[in-house]
C-alpha cells in the first residue's frame, strides 16, 4: 500500500463543508453540493450575476446596464446565498484557507470566456490593520489557486488598501461607492509589472461592484491595458 493510500484509509476523504466521508479530497458530498449555487447558464457578462436567457447569448443586468463599471467583464462561481453563502463566510472569517483549493477550481471554471493567454492576476488587497487581524487575505488566497491552476502570472502585492474603509454591510449603494473613492492604489515598485497588462482582479464576494471598481481605477491609472473581474460568489439583489 502506498502512502497516499494508507493516509487515505487513516484520514479518509471528507466533505468540505460538512465533513461527511466523500470519495476524493476536497470535494463535496452529495447533499452539499446540491445546496451549493453553482452559477451556469446565462450571466451578466460584466458581473457575473445569473439572467434568464440562452447561456450562448451575451447579455447585461440593469446595474451594469446604468452603472458605469470601469472594469471590461466580470464572472462569479456561486450565488452568495445557502452553502455559497456558508463557505465564503467560513473562508472569510473561519480560518478555512484549504477551501481556497476547490473555490479556486470553481472560479477557473467560470472564468474560461474571460481569460487571455499573458493575464496578471491580481486580488483585491485588505487594508494592513485587518491583514494583521485576519492574518490572511482571503482574496489572495483565492487569486494564487487561479493562478496557478490557469497558468497565469500572480501578483499579490500589486495593489494596495491605503486606507481603511471598514465594513460594507448595511451601507446604499451610492454609500459604498463614496467610501471606495480612492482606497487603492499601485505601489511604485509594481507600476512596471501593471503597465500594458491584461488584468484579472479577483475577490471572494461581489455586492454593488465598489470595490472591484475603485480597484480597477487604481489599476487603469497605473496603466493597465483591461482589466476583467472574477469573484468566489456574487450577491444577488435579493440576497
Known amino acids: 500500500m502506498g502512502l497516499q493510500a494508507a493516509l487515505q484509509v487513516i484520514y479518509p476523504p471528507q466533505c468540505i463543508s460538512c465533513g461527511a466521508l466523500v470519495a476524493s479530497d476536497f470535494g463535496l458530498c452529495p447533499e452539499c453540493w446540491r445546496e ?38 466580470g464572472r462569479a462561481a456561486l450565488s452568495y446565498r445557502d452553502n455559497g453563502r456558508r463557505l465564503v463566510l467560513a473562508l472569510k472569517h473561519g480560518d478555512r484557507m484549504d477551501l481556497a483549493r476547490p473555490a479556486g477550481g470553481w472560479m477557473l471554471k467560470a472564468a474560461r470566456p474571460i481569460l487571455r493567454p499573458g493575464m496578471l492576476v491580481v ?48 451601507k446604499t449603494r451610492d454609500a459604498r461607492f463614496a467610501n471606495l473613492v480612492d482606497a487603492f492604489s499601485v505601489p511604485r515598485r509594481r507600476e ?11 475577490d471572494d464576494v461581489m455586492t454593488s461592484g465598489a470595490t472591484f471598481s475603485s480597484a480597477t481605477e487604481a489599476l487603469v491609472s497605473a496603466g493597465a491595458r483591461s482589466v476583467d473581474v472574477l469573484c468566489l460568489a456574487r450577491v444577488a439583489k435579493d440576497g
Open 36 to 73: 451549493t449555487p453553482f452559477l451556469s447558464g446565462l450571466v451578466c457578462d460584466q458581473c457575473g450575476i445569473p439572467l434568464p436567457g440562452d447561456a450562448q447569448e451575451t447579455a447585461h443586468c440593469d446595474d451594469c446596464l446604468t452603472v458605469a463599471r470601469p472594469w471590461e467583464r
Open 192 to 202: 512596471a509589472l501593471v503597465a500594458g497588462r491584461e488584468v484579472l482582479l479577483v
Open 123 to 170: 486580488p483585491v488587497p485588505l487594508h494592513w490593520l485587518r491583514l494583521i487581524r485576519r492574518r490572511y487575505n482571503q482574496a489572495a488566497l483565492l487569486s494564487r489557486a487561479v493562478a496557478r491552476l490557469a497558468g497565469l502570472d500572480h501578483c499579490p502585492d500589486a495593489l494596495v488598501r491605503h486606507r481603511s474603509t471598514g465594513n460594507q454591510d448595511g
